[in-house]
Nanobody, 125 residues
Framework: QVHMVESGGGSVQAGGSLRLSCTYA???????MGWFRQAPGKEREFVAAISGGGTKTNHAESVKGRFTISRDGAKNTLYLQMSSLKPEDTAIYYCASRQTVTGVYYTTNSAYQHWGQGTQVTVSS
């Protein structure tokens, strides 16, 4: 089990910005990572993913151009920079990881093996 801890959530007004962080225990191998979110009464949905080796990224259409996923391997930290936030971005945000090969990322819940506990993001209008 890879221990992952999210932070950086909070309350912000529409149009504002937040940066989420996800720290993880260092392990051997190549890892793909992602961000998902779950709003009240809705299923968990894909937000962004970064491939093993960090060579490729993918963002959901709903956040493209506003959110950016990145990773700092030296700090064992995954980031999600969020800007131009909207009320519909309100959700619990989760980071996830799985072992993979270089250049491969995943956009579905079921593909990931390890999850953080989540951090709340609330955007008010």
């Amino acid at each position: 089990q890879v221990h992952m801890v999210e932070s950086g959530g909070g309350s912000v007004q529409a149009g504002g910005s937040l940066r989420l962080s996800c720290t993880y225990a260092r392990t051997d191998g190549i890892w793909a990572m992602g961000w998902f979110r779950q709003a009240p009464g809705k299923e968990r949905e894909f937000v962004a993913a970064i491939s093993g080796g960090g060579t490729k990224t993918n963002h959901a259409e709903s956040v493209k151009g506003r959110f950016t996923i990145s990773r700092d391997g030296a700090k064992n930290t995954l980031y999600l920079q969020m800007s131009s936030l909207k009320p519909e971005d309100t959700a619990i945000y989760y980071c996830a990881s799985r072992q993979t090969v270089t250049g491969v990322y995943y956009t579905t819940n079921s593909a990931y093996q390890h999850w953080g506990q989540g951090t709340q993001v609330t955007v008010s209008s």
